[in-house]
Antibody, heavy 120, light 107 residues
Framework: QVQLVQSGAEVKKPGASVKVSCKAS????????IHWVRQAPGQGPEWMGI????????GYAQKFKGRLTMTGDTSTSTVYMELSSLRSEDTAVYYC?????????????WGQGTLVTVSS | DIQMTQSPSSLSASVGDRVTITCRAS??????LGWFQQKPGKVPKRLIY???SLQSGVPSRFSGSGSGTEFTLTISSLQPEDFATYYC?????????FGQGTKVEIK
């Protein structure tokens, strides 16, 4: 079955970077796009970006351009999301997701979430 | 970028009520829209894809309609398990965007 397993919680200081991993199993990583979505405490979900592992298709929310890097390693079926120049407003749970959109009868599939806390 | 305006931001309703939630897009987007339900501490669950197609396993009291710039999620007869927050998500073009959410509360 499809599973996305994310790395553990992180605590970072303002100005630092964080890198979250998302390991996929149960399917071929390069066959599907991966989305990154975050949710700050008490707020709605926020779409951050999308990538096709092993391909060239990427998209970013404007507010993250220049700070967000998404990469994939098909040999380990793992995708990564790195967010730089962290500020307190970046404190949130970060999710990877597959089949979030489109005419798919199954899914979406979500990682379990990674809490990133930015605090001095 | 396509901006999504969701309304209302919250509503109070009783079990058995018909509930309607609307998302308006800043530009035409065909039917590239999904509706999600989120309960506290859980990830969003997709209810509707392609604006009006019911996700497998979702009760038929949920329905979606619309195309272009105006979309609607309707719950025909609200059940106790439907009290949650609902979001639309447009995927016509990058960047994708969620609506601001509608919290459905018990009257």
């Amino acid at each position: 079955q499809v599973q996305l397993v994310q790395s553990g919680a992180e605590v970072k200081k303002p100005g630092a970077s964080v890198k979250v991993s998302c390991k996929a199993s149960g399917y071929t990583l390069s066959s599907y796009h991966i989305h990154w979505v975050r949710q700050a405490p008490g707020q709605g979900p926020e779409w951050m970006g999308i990538m096709k592992p092993g391909g060239d298709d990427t998209g970013y929310a404007q507010k993250f351009k220049g700070r967000l890097t998404m990469t994939g390693d098909t040999s380990t079926s793992t995708v990564y999301m790195e967010l730089s120049s962290l500020r307190s407003e970046d404190t949130a749970v970060y999710y990877c997701a597959r089949s979030l959109v489109g005419a798919t009868t199954q899914g979406p599939y979500w990682g379990q979430g990674t809490l990133v806390t930015v605090s001095s | 970028d396509i901006q999504m305006t969701q309304s209302p931001s919250s509503l109070s309703a009783s079990v058995g009520d018909r509930v309607t939630i609307t998302c308006r897009a800043s530009q035409g987007m065909g039917n590239d829209l999904g509706w999600f339900q989120q309960k506290p501490g859980k990830v969003p669950k997709r209810l509707i894809y392609a604006a009006s197609s019911l996700q497998s396993g979702v009760p038929s009291r949920f329905s979606g309609s619309g195309s272009g710039t105006e979309f609607t999620l309707t719950i025909s007869s609200l059940q106790p398990e439907d009290f949650a927050t609902y979001y639309c998500l447009q995927h016509k073009s990058y960047p994708y965007t969620f609506g601001q959410g509608t919290k459905v509360e018990i009257k």
